[in-house]
């Protein structure tokens, strides 16, 4: 199947893409996403989607803003929205690159150098903050010599950039207090300690909680540590795994408006075809608006996008009380879900792009399905 047809560029990262560029998004055996790289031994998703399983099948993510991708077309449909919302797809889910730093199984092995301001005990080294293990109680993770501040950190064998930190609550029962409240992030020079992050209010901990921050960092750095400030109460401090990013995002759907607009983007409960409103969702402002001259001479949005396959794209929103239907019937309540897109309803098919509509939540139907988005900070 063609690629999209931009006159952007297929990347291999994301972090060098253009307005217009795109970049292959796969589905590994594991069902973890990936970026780039080769598409063999994977199977490329029908336009159109598929209600079948697709582990092993890629898709297209064009660059439509900072720090936004949104793929060229629904990738599952087959599926309710309120089951995309128990699979934390609607408002998204956390993704990231690899961690960055290997498993360690001392302070300097397998690679990389280890430290901390102190340690408890062997059970309870600097390198357990980065072995992936949180059982065993107490262990596994690391903790101070009786202290309740101090700092962990991680010396690359290279200078590296790192975009986003993770930071992993222990499992004993004593770990939720000893977790860090206030932090400062930083990248050491050579010379000096930078700061690249400061957190405070890290409260109400859970064991194996991990907590995720991204930070704005375009400078590779040979060594990051996490300098802990205060605690949350405990007389000494601990940290269960301490993980390092490229960087991350999150992987989500659309926004739709919440009813159709009138022909002077006002709101309208009657209108069908003039987009949705408010007219800053991301259906209308990408989708509909992508620039025309971003677009390859001779092909359409329809080549872009594919949104008019006969599948509709399911979007955040719940409609305005009242917001009318595509037979003819009032309704837009709390069970409805707005989609955007043509699809097969009511046994007609709906070819305008800006066609704004909703469903029941509970709806699973081949007419409408799941278009991922992904958001990451970009400077």
């Not at 200078?159 to 990248?187: H, L, M, N, Q």
């Not at 907590?211 to 601990?238: E, M, Q, W």
């Not at 209308?284 to 001259?293: H, L, M, T």
């Not at 800006?354 to 399905?369: A, V």
Request: with cysteine.
């Amino acid at each position: 199947m063609p690629v999209p047809a931009t006159t952007g560029q297929l990347r291999q990262s994301i972090l060098n893409m253009e307005i217009a560029d795109y970049i292959v998004m796969k589905v590994s055996s594991t069902g973890l996403h990936e970026f780039g790289g080769s598409t063999a031994g994977y199977t490329e998703t029908p336009i159109n989607g598929t209600k079948q399983s697709f582990l092993n099948t890629f898709i297209y993510m064009v660059k439509v803003d900072k720090g936004l991708l949104i793929a060229d077309r629904v990738r599952s449909h087959s599926v309710s929205w309120e089951n995309l919302n128990v699979q934390k797809v609607i408002d998204g889910n956390t993704w990231d690159s690899n961690n960055l730093i290997p498993v360690m199984t001392s302070n300097t092995s397998p690679s990389g150098i280890v430290s901390a301001s102190s340690a408890a005990s062997n059970q309870n080294g600097a390198f357990q903050a980065f072995d992936g293990k949180l059982v065993g109680a107490w262990k596994n993770v690391w903790y101070t010599n009786g202290e309740s501040t101090g700092w962990l950190a991680y010396e690359f064998p290279a200078p590296t950039i790192v975009r986003k930190y993770v930071v992993t609550c222990g499992d004993a029962t004593d770990t939720p207090p000893s977790s860090p409240k206030e932090w400062i992030f930083e990248g050491w020079d050579g010379a000096n300690w930078k700061q690249l992050d400061y957190v405070s209010g890290q409260i109400n901990w859970s064991a194996t909680q991990k907590r995720h921050f991204l930070i704005d960092n375009h400078t590779p750095y040979s060594k990051y540590r996490l300098n802990v400030l205060s605690n949350n109460g405990s007389a000494f401090l601990s940290i269960g795994e301490l993980e390092m990013f490229e960087f991350g995002g999150i992987m989500r759907s659309l926004t739709g408006g919440v009813a159709n607009a009138d022909e002077n983007g006002h709101l309208s409960l009657i209108d069908k075809n003039n987009g949705g409103w408010p007219a800053n969702n991301e259906w209308d402002k990408y989708i509909v608006n992508f620039p025309i001259d971003k677009i390859q001479s001779g092909k359409t949005l329809d080549d872009v996008f594919h949104w008019n396959v006969g599948v509709a794209t399911w979007c955040q929103e719940t409609p305005v009380n009242g917001m009318g239907h595509h037979d003819g019937v009032t309704g837009g309540t709390t069970g409805h879900r707005i989609w955007r897109g043509s699809a097969n309803t009511s046994g007609s098919v709906r070819k305008e792009v800006n066609y704004c509509n909703f469903s029941g939540s509970s709806i699973s139907s081949t007419t409408i399905g799941f278009r991922p988005v992904f958001e990451y900070k970009e400077a």
